[in-house]
């Protein structure tokens, strides 16, 4: 090579160093990997004094660093089945086909959803297909586990907790619920140590004598949220694109001591809600640690939380009607306008959002839109949103939910916080 041509490459070299540092700084590229942390019934109005004391600093990070809002849950009020699978596939009930907690089957008796009666793909689905390594851990209605690029655990992990029973199917692959046993969280072994701090186990007030279920009731439902979150940390080691967490504790926590959070200030269990919405805090902290530059960060809820409401008639309301309409939206990560207000956003808004981050084309039969708010104007300016006219491609086998040997277990928990008569 002689001294001329040398000059050239080194110019060229240069160009194309300037060309790569130009498409860098016009931030043109989206995320390549997404996690979503699904806390259910997640309300910014609840967690309020928690933001304003500086109690929650993980989410006032998402605020602060993330582009954050309302999301409308769906109306009428309706169960977080249906709402979760409306997140995961940005389509309507009617088209997704979970109705709710329970189907009725045709001789009259209930039975609860199962993922085989999705009728449509979810984002975990969509997203295994074009290449995409997944993580989907907790998320509801995903029992039997569903064979995707990457690995499921379906909600049905925490139910065998209790019960010598092993369901097939608990976990994609079938081999994972033995790489994951050892990190579940067994109700029956968890210390009261272990929850105090969120139950007050020294006390023995008249409220908890009154109801000696909430303990256990407790337990049970930090053992599953903690199980979920171990779980989630350990695939997370793994090489995953998209890492989805469901945790239900809020939800679950607001539906039973909502009414000592604001009539009986005195009692130890009026704190619960809060001091476990600091923990998921704590838990998000997590989560927000496995971000690298190419991660885009989701926190979502299905429904806010309202406590509950009088009929006309001066009866109480109680189950899904202490829903709240304004669930919370929070985007953090590349590509994402720091401290932006998302407007006008919804459940079904989520999967159209993702696919556009991560560049892929957005279903014109997906009922939501991608959040545009939430991302930086050189992004949406170098990729405008496209459009498939359809993820649906062949036909998705679905079927009538399956029967377990965990439905009256699971319908016994439902009907303690309301959700089925
Ligand atoms: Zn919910």
Redesign the pocket.
């Known amino acids: 090579m002689n001294r001329r041509s040398a000059g050239t490459a080194a110019l060229a070299v240069a160009a194309a160093w300037v060309l790569v540092m130009l498409s860098c700084s016009t931030g043109a590229d989206g995320p390549s990997k997404v996690i979503i942390f699904g806390v ?2 997640a309300d910014w109005e609840v967690m309020g004094d928690l933001l304003r004391d500086g109690k929650l600093p993980n989410f006032q990070r998402l605020i602060d660093e993330g582009a954050t809002g309302v999301s409308k849950t769906l109306l009428p009020l309706t169960k ?1 089945p249906v ?1 979760w699978t409306s997140i995961a596939t940005g389509k309507l009930p009617e088209k997704h086909g979970i109705g709710g907690f329970v189907s009725v089957a045709a001789r009259g008796d209930t039975v609860p959803f199962t993922g085989n009666a999705r009728r449509v793909k979810a984002i975990w689905n969509i997203l295994s297909e074009a290449g995409y390594r997944v993580a989907v851990v907790g998320w509801l209605v995903t029992w039997p586990a569903e064979e995707v690029n990457g690995y499921m655990v379906s909600d049905y992990v925490q139910y065998e907790q209790e019960h010598a029973i092993r369901l097939d199917r608990q976990t994609y692959p079938e081999d994972l619920f033995a790489e994951v046993d050892h990190l579940r969280v067994i109700p029956g072994n968890v210390s009261d140590d272990a929850v105090a701090r969120f139950y007050p186990v020294s006390a023995s007030p008249e409220e908890v004598q009154a109801a000696p279920w909430h303990k256990s009731y407790v337990k049970m439902i930090y053992a599953t949220d903690e199980t979920m979150r171990r779980i989630a940390l350990h695939l997370a080691e793994k090489d995953v694109d998209l890492l989805a967490l469901y945790l239900n504790g809020v ?1 679950s926590f607001g539906h039973a001591f909502w009414h000592y959070r604001v009539n009986v200030k005195e009692s130890p269990l009026s704190e619960i809600i809060d001091k476990y919405y600091i923990w998921v805090d704590e838990t998000l902290g997590e989560f927000m640690d496995l971000m690298d530059d190419e991660t885009l960060l989701v926190v979502c809820s ?2 806010g939380f309202h406590g509950p409401r009088r009929r006309p008639d001066g009866g109480i309301m109680l189950g899904i009607y202490m ?1 709240g309409e304004n669930g919370i939206i929070g985007l953090m990560g590349k590509g994402v306008k720091k401290g932006a207000t998302i407007v006008d956003a919804d459940v079904l808004d989520i999967t159209p959002t993702i696919l556009y981050a991560l560049g892929l084309d957005v279903g014109r039969d997906m009922d939501g839109r991608v959040l545009t708010d939430a991302f930086e104007p050189d992004l949406l300016a170098s990729r405008p949103v496209t459009f498939v006219s359809t993820y649906e491609t062949g036909q998705r086998e679905y079927g009538e939910p399956l029967k377990t040997p965990f439905d009256e277990k699971i319908k016994e928990r439902l009907r303690a916080v309301g959700y089925i008569q």
Do not use: N
């Open positions: 259910d019934a977080s709402l939800d299905d429904h829903h």
